[in-house]
């Protein structure tokens, strides 16, 4: 029997009931043909992070439904689910109308040739109708149908499923990897969309680094579990491989490549020290957009790098293994082009040297009505480099801005002053001369490695505040400390911290002064002895009050 293969992608603005409609989605199948629902993937802290598949065989037809994410952080998963799909479901709440991000969606998936239908989601909450087709005719026009429906309650989802689509037959086998994840018992899972050709059980594929998969099992997403001897041509499965995928390439072909995506950038990185790392390794074979290598520390043992796509990935991430174990993270790094000794290289701040800082082009979408009010807002920040398009009700302010600010929350403490929704995506545009300046703490003459750190605004008030937070942590001591703040070889503050002293000789009298004068000078003798034979060892508790916007998870 020959199948019609749909691929549809459920797109929308935050929080507008993509991942509810999904579900309903899901059940109206559980019902149609009475099965449990068993599938790989699910809902993280109530977001969606990944593209969730669910696949439905319905008369002569395949259908395949993708669950996109709506946050920015994760744009990299709607591009991907709108390249693969046939056709873009585009839901719109009823109550909160049309925003810019469903309109982003809209133009995206235009701009991509894929058949587009507009879902009115919510219509149980009885609102007037009228207002709503009018501007969804002024910004998608006629062309597109319309279907309304109740994701809550499951209303008018069975006309959904009456679509027409034709599958070209190829020769060639290629296969693009949608996603990677591991499973405690079918082991190694890769999911998959057929771009060209049918691919049999056995069968070995190779990207263009040579790296090859066997595929031992064919399978597709329906809720019971169904395996085949090959696959159809556009549709999506999970393919069980033995080896490990390497993910540095998205597609896998059997002769010749034609086709190129780009791989989502890494831009922000943490390192983490774990008591236990074997939930750290399982999560990181089911999320391959995170990048990580081993790292050692002498005072945290064994850990990692990891690198996210941006706050919001870093933050889920952290919160599920903090379910699972207790870890430490440092603060964000970003990585600099560095120059050292007419050497480049690439890496996030270690020691002190000249620094590049990465400069992105920042785009931010807009509704007309908003634009005067946020224009003004960025005119206040003293950005120079203007340049707006105007796209139907869209408008396109692009700008330049280090990644330094704008992983400082800069995005959300614009929202927060401006008190309506923005959608934006940046990506970089080139290096510039960094004022940043690394930080190098002397104790008692000698370089503590643990305390070095970097000065991002005024040098000045950067070591006035850390050298509090030393004075607070180094109190009551025996001896004398002396601070110094050392940049490139000069030293710009020192100070000293006098230890803890008792006036022994208040209440004596008479012979008991002099015995006690003599016994101060040989102890005065003693902590010269050891203020010259020393070794400066911080206990971990003081490491990491000094570390700053330290993030503990135990």
Not at 185 to 195: C, W
Not at 252 to 275: C, G
Not at 457 to 475: A, E
């Amino acid at each position: 029997m020959i199948y019609n293969v749909f691929n549809i992608s459920i797109i929308a603005h935050v929080d507008y009931g993509k991942t509810t409609f999904f579900n309903s989605l899901i059940n109206f199948c559980k019902n149609y043909k009475k099965f449990n629902k068993n599938f790989f993937f699910i809902n993280n802290n109530k977001y969606t992070i990944k593209n969730n598949l669910f696949s439905f065989i319905f008369l002569n037809k395949i259908i395949n439904f993708i669950d996109c994410p709506g946050h920015f952080d994760f744009i990299f998963e709607i591009y991907k689910s709108i390249y693969l799909s046939d056709f873009c479901f585009i839901l719109i709440d009823l109550k909160k109308k049309i925003e810019v991000q469903t309109l982003f969606c809209f133009n995206l998936s235009k701009k991509l040739n894929k058949k587009i239908f507009i879902i009115i989601n919510k219509i149980d909450v009885f609102l007037k109708f009228e207002n709503i087709k009018k501007k969804i005719l002024k910004n998608f026009g006629l062309k597109n149908k319309i279907f309304y429906i109740s994701a809550k309650y499951s209303l008018g989802i069975f006309k959904i499923f009456f679509l027409n689509n034709k599958n070209i037959i190829y020769k060639n086998k290629i296969i693009f990897v949608i996603d990677f994840l591991f499973h405690f018992i079918l082991g190694y899972v890769l999911i998959i969309k057929v771009i060209k050709g049918e691919i049999y059980l056995l069968d070995y594929l190779k990207n263009k680094y040579d790296n090859f998969i066997k595929i031992i099992k064919i399978g597709i997403f329906i809720p019971k579990s169904f395996f085949l001897k090959k696959t159809f041509l556009n549709c999506i499965h999970f393919f069980l491989i033995k080896n490990k995928f390497i993910n540095n390439n998205y597609f896998f072909f059997d002769k010749v490549l034609f086709y190129n995506f780009k791989k989502p950038i890494i831009l922000i990185y943490f390192d983490i020290f774990l008591e236990n790392d074997f939930f750290l390794l399982k999560l990181l074979e089911n999320d391959f957009s995170i990048n990580y290598k081993k790292k050692n520390s002498k005072l945290f043992g064994k850990g990692y790098s990891l690198g996210f796509l941006g706050n919001f990935h870093s933050f889920i991430t952290f919160k599920k293994i903090s379910i699972l174990t207790k870890f430490y993270v440092t603060d964000c790094k970003i990585y600099y082009l560095i120059k050292e000794k007419n050497n480049w290289y690439f890496n996030y701040i270690e020691k002190d040297n000249i620094y590049y800082e990465q400069i992105m082009k920042t785009k931010i979408y807009i509704l007309k009505k908003n634009f005067f009010k946020i224009f003004k807002y960025l005119l206040s920040l003293n950005f120079s480099k203007f340049k707006i398009i105007n796209n139907n009700d869209i408008i396109i302010i692009i700008f330049y801005l280090k990644l330094n600010i704008i992983i400082n929350n800069f995005f959300i403490e614009l929202q927060k002053n401006i008190n309506f929704f923005i959608f934006y995506e940046f990506f970089f545009h080139h290096f510039f001369l960094s004022n940043v300046k690394f930080i190098s703490v002397l104790i008692n003459n000698k370089i503590i490695n643990e305390l070095n750190f970097i000065s991002i605004n005024n040098l000045k008030n950067s070591i006035f505040f850390f050298y509090n937070k030393l004075k607070k942590n180094f109190k009551n001591k025996i001896i004398d400390i002396k601070i110094q703040f050392l940049h490139k070889n000069k030293i710009f503050f020192t100070k000293k911290i006098n230890c803890y002293k008792k006036n022994v000789i208040d209440k004596c009298y008479g012979g008991d002064i002099s015995r006690k004068l003599k016994l101060l000078k040989k102890q005065n003798i003693g902590k010269l002895k050891l203020l010259k034979k020393q070794n400066i060892i911080l206990e971990k508790n003081i490491l990491l009050n000094l570390m700053k916007n330290e993030k503990s998870y135990l």
